[in-house]
């Protein structure tokens, strides 16, 4: 009942505010303490009694009321920080400003004239009429942050008070030492809190408001303008902040350490509410924010003792990204990464009771969150690739886009596991990984098959390019280019990869699809290159391979006598007419799939999606590195000469057409396929194919063979030494950051942000600028 009653009360100071046509005073504090000191209102319950619609026409008719509303929740949050919350009523003063500020911040943000409302002066009213001082609000940002900051390490509200208890024993909060307070152990600190279920809600209420405050930046246009900084995770992130530190060291402890599983006890989620992975997903989405901060990029990757006025010529310095590109310890590596496999590997663990084991749900935030480490701490990422642990982040990454492959609301998570995956194959050690055995049955509607790791990522990016929805063509290239840059490493692929390798090539080089695109031609450029660096480099293992080239000779025969008049054009375009689709499935038998698979579903209706940035092109996404004989890398900045000229060395910048209006805009000519079928390099497969089909072509006549074991047999002890042209050198094409990477990471991470936070609904409703939300 009691509760009831604090809700009407509330109901009713709400009502009182949005009516009243005169401002308010400040000092009327029995007025204010209405909304926060004499309730006991859950979030839920505020974003239920503050409707949207009143919020606005108290900005829009009552300015100087919602100034003040502001102003005061900020007051009390501060109040509470510097004394630190010692009693109870304190303690719930302090959680319902946050989930009042929680409410009404957006709503603030979406009008521009309101935007720099905690960063200058009130509009709509002076200061002096509500009795404030000259230099009381200015700093209302700053306050707030701090506020905050400081309430994540408020003993007996967020963390576990060291001092024994009684009526002297409050801690002072300017001079505690909130390293002592951090969450969890791990990276930096080796002893484990015991876990408080008020302390991790409470935490979980103030990080949402740190989040609402930083998401002003989803109510700014996109600009690929690197300059751009948030200024709240600027400050937040600076030296300003003493709890900086600690707060990190907190956020990357509780998502590493947290175990989804629990006792091992099935069903055991089903038993207990799990408070925890709230936190967790809460930390994850926090650190990925105050992680987006370009202008650290070239702090992250400095040297540690790199000087003070070096730092000062990259920009404003982001602590926290500071600090993450510092951890270097190998028993820190070690923790954050296991804790990362084992979150993202989650949703693969099999049981024999079916959903007896906890699904965590926020796996693209902890891919985000990867992503950040391995661009701003490059030891992490060599540790990363220096054993076979990668490939426990691997193998979640193909389960992830091989599900999300039909399903358009999750286009976002397509894209950054396939630059997680083109970042890592920028690496040596990356290909040299990927031959060990795949071994797990991890529940794909794959082909089963016998081989590699390199085999599974093979037969899922297949998958992908022939049975994922046609929004992920832009991803082509990328999937393609992964293949490319490891190849030159794959010592032994088996039949299955091998045959969907050169349906790739049989599907792409139709001429239908050449023609039908100005790009398309650089797939087969690309699968060319995959053939020829196994041939050069690896041909001894891969007579699975040279099998299927031999199969398939006509492809590679019909592509150096492709005809380029105009009527053999306009016939081709014609034959595209009546087959549609983007990529032929014919001959692309699947076989069994793993037991336990599901097929990838497309969403269900009615599921909102947020629009991306435009996918850059592979030549704005990489740059070339070319191989030397030691194993070092050197940057290219444009074609070797000893090197056949490639596929993609000069292409324009790309457009992406959908094929109605490309028909408009372009259309093949004969000259335009002279200029790059001059430039197939078919030698080293024409070379192959010269030497080895009249042998095998012998020997089946001779034994009268019709078993392709027996022609394996022979392949596999075969040798082209001395046969083959000269090897041509090793091009990697390395990921490399840009302002229009930049700019996707930030439209990808908020509208994740943005999707994920319904309970409340933050966001849902405001007029969002950043990205667009659409409805399949």
């Known amino acids: 009942m009691g509760n009831t009653d604090s809700k009407l009360r509330f109901r009713k100071a709400v009502i009182q505010l949005t009516t009243s046509t005169q401002p308010v005073e400040a000092t009327d504090d029995a007025f204010w303490d209405q909304f926060w000191a004499d309730t006991a209102t859950s979030i839920q319950d505020v974003f239920t009694l503050v409707p949207a619609a009143e919020i606005r026409a108290v900005r829009e008719e009552s300015p100087s009321n919602l100034a003040t509303l502001c102003y005061k929740a900020v007051e009390k ?109 791990g990276v930096g600190f080796a002893q484990s809190p015991p ?10 209420e103030l990080l949402k408001l740190l989040l609402t405050c930083f998401s002003e930046a989803m109510y700014l246009a996109p600009s690929s303008d690197k ?76 040297e540690l003792d790199s000087t003070v006025e070096e730092q000062e010529t990259s920009g404003p310095d982001n602590l926290f990204v500071n600090y993450l590109s510092r951890i270097h310890r190998e028993e820190d590596f070690h923790f954050v990464l296991k804790g990362l496999a084992r979150l993202l590997s989650n949703p693969l663990v099999q049981t024999y009771l079916p959903n007896s084991s906890k699904r965590i749900q926020f796996h693209q935030e902890l891919l985000v969150l990867f992503w950040k ?32 492959r039909a399903d358009q609301s999750r286009v976002g998570l397509m894209h950054i596991g396939v630059f997680i995956l083109l970042l890592l194959s920028g690496e040596r050690n990356f290909g040299v990984r990927l031959n060990k055995p795949y071994a797990l049955r991890v529940p794909m509607d794959v082909p089963v098959f016998t081989g590699t790791h390199a085999d599974l990522l093979i037969v899922i990016f297949h998958k992908i390019i022939t049975g994922g929805h046609q929004r992920l063509q832009p991803l082509f290239d990328c999937l393609l280019t992964v293949i490319v840059n490891v190849s030159p490493y794959l010592k032994s692929l088996s039949m299955v990869a091998a045959s969907k390798l050169l349906h790739l090539l049989e599907a792409f080089s139709t001429t239908w699809f050449l023609f039908s695109a100005v790009q398309n031609h650089h797939l087969v450029f690309f699968l060319l290159e995959v053939f020829n660096n196994i041939i050069q480099y690896q041909f001894d293992g891969n007579f699975n391979l040279v099998y299927s ?83 070092t890398m050197v940057a290219l900045q444009e074609a070797h000469p000893s090197q056949p000229p490639p596929d ?46 009249p042998q095998v072509e012998k020997i089946c006549i001779d034994k009268g063979l019709t078993d392709e074991s027996e022609i394996l047999k022979f392949l596999q002890h075969g040798t082209l030494v001395g046969l083959l042209p000269v090897p041509h050198p090793i091009l990697i094409r390395k990921y490399q950051a840009s302002a229009g990477t930049g700019m996707w990471f930030r439209t990808y991470m908020w509208g994740v942000v943005y999707l994920r936070n319904v309970d409340p609904p933050i966001w849902y409703d405001t007029d969002v600028k950043l990205f667009e939300i659409q409805r399949i």
């Not at 390490?153 to 801690?171: I, L, M, N, R």
């Not at 947290?258 to 809460?282: M, T």
């Not at 292409?651 to 057409?657: D, G, Q, S, W």
Request: charged share 20%.
């Open 77 to 185: 949050l501060v109040q509470g920080a510097e004394s630190g919350c010692p009693s109870e009523k304190e303690k719930q003063i302090a959680l319902n400003c946050c989930r009042l500020l929680s409410r009404i911040l957006p709503y603030i943000f979406e009008d521009p004239d309101w935007r720099g409302f905690f960063w200058s002066t009130v509009p709509g009213a002076g200061r002096h009429e509500m009795g404030w001082s000259e230099d009381a609000w200015p700093a209302g940002s700053y306050s707030l942050l701090l506020a905050i900051a400081d309430l994540l390490f408020c003993p007996d509200f967020t963390v576990q008070s060291h001092k024994k208890s009684g009526p002297d024993s409050a801690e002072d909060m300017q001079s505690l030492d909130s390293c002592e307070y951090i969450w969890e152990a």
């Open 648 to 693: 993609h060395s000069a292409i324009t910048r790309r457009t992406r057409l959908s094929s109605a209006s490309s028909a408009a805009c372009w259309s093949p000519t004969s000259e335009w396929v002279l200029s790059w079928k001059s430039k197939l390099p078919l030698q080293t497969i024409m070379r192959l194919l010269q030497v080895l089909v």
């Open 373 to 404: 480490l391995c661009d701003f701490n490059k030891k992490f990422l060599f540790y990363v690739l220096k054993s076979s642990d990668v490939l426990d982040i691997l193998v979640p990454i193909l389960y992830y886009l091989n599900d999300a």
């Open 227 to 302: 300059n751009i900084l948030n200024p709240w995770v600027t400050f937040f992130c600076s030296t300003d902040n003493r709890h900086a530190l600690p707060l990190f060291t907190s956020l990357l402890n509780v998502v590493c350490a947290y175990d989804p599983v629990g006792y091992g006890i099935p069903y055991n989620h089903l038993l207990f509410s799990d408070h925890r992975e709230q936190l967790v997903e809460q930390a994850a989405q926090v650190l990925i924010v105050t992680l987006d901060h370009d202008g650290g990029v070239a702090t992250a990757t400095a």
């Open 549 to 631: 080239i031999i199969r398939k000779r006509n492809v590679f025969h019909q592509l150096a006598n492709l005809p380029s008049d105009p009527f053999s054009i306009q016939k081709a375009l014609q034959r595209k007419k009546k087959s549609p689709s983007a990529v032929s499935r014919t001959s692309s038998q699947e076989g069994v799939s793993m037991e336990g698979s599901r097929p990838a579903i497309p969403a269900e209706p009615g599921t909102l999606k947020t629009s991306l940035a435009a996918t850059p092109g592979i030549e704005n996404l990489t740059e070339k590195s070319q191989v030397s004989e030691d194993g």
């Open 195 to 204: 876990l408080n279920y008020v302390h991790d809600i409470n935490r979980m």
